[in-house]
């Protein structure tokens, strides 16, 4: 790379030069465009995805489930329009992983348990929303992961989150008691 410095007049030799103080502050607008509803839902404790029932355009054949969900179908390109809810269906671990290191919802739980999740009943070629397993309903993150079986049926589970802080951390699953 190479530097040029046009003119020595605009290079400062001043060491120590003059600093003032002044408040400054942004408003930044974060649109969850077309899958807003899902987000809204994560605010009122319900979890939506989005379906799409071009069954005979899609390559199994079925309808498809879109879990997080998306706005158009990634088949047919139809725009999708209908959300499901899916708060009270059965969830099952995909897979699963732990965790040492995470974003900043997250660094004083740490360790924790990521899990990929899939919904019965449904066709779950794309619906496989990663989220965080926790040991019980009061929201205990340190589940120990001899407890933690691929197909384990689990259910979803919602944190009251600050308005301007909603995202995917108000959700999370507990183990399903049979
Ligand atoms: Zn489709």
Known sequence: MVIMVVSEKYVSKNKNPLVVEQPYSILYKHSFGEISPYFIGLKNKRLYGTVCRNKEKHKNGKDLLFLPPR??????MAELHEWVDLTDAVFRIYTFTTTYFAGES???????TLINVEVEGYDN????????????????????RKDVKIG??????????????????ALYFVPLKE
Do not use: H, W
């Open 152 to 169: 384990m049926r689990i259910k979803p589970k919602f944190r009251d989150v600050p308005q301007e802080k909603i995202d995917s951390s």
């Open 125 to 144: 070629s794309y619906s496989k929303l990663t989220s965080v397993l926790v040991v019980d309903e009061q929201g205990e993150y340190n589940i120990d």
């Open 106 to 112: 997250f660094l004083d739980k740490l360790p924790i």
């Open 71 to 76: 706005a158009d179908c990634p088949e047919c």
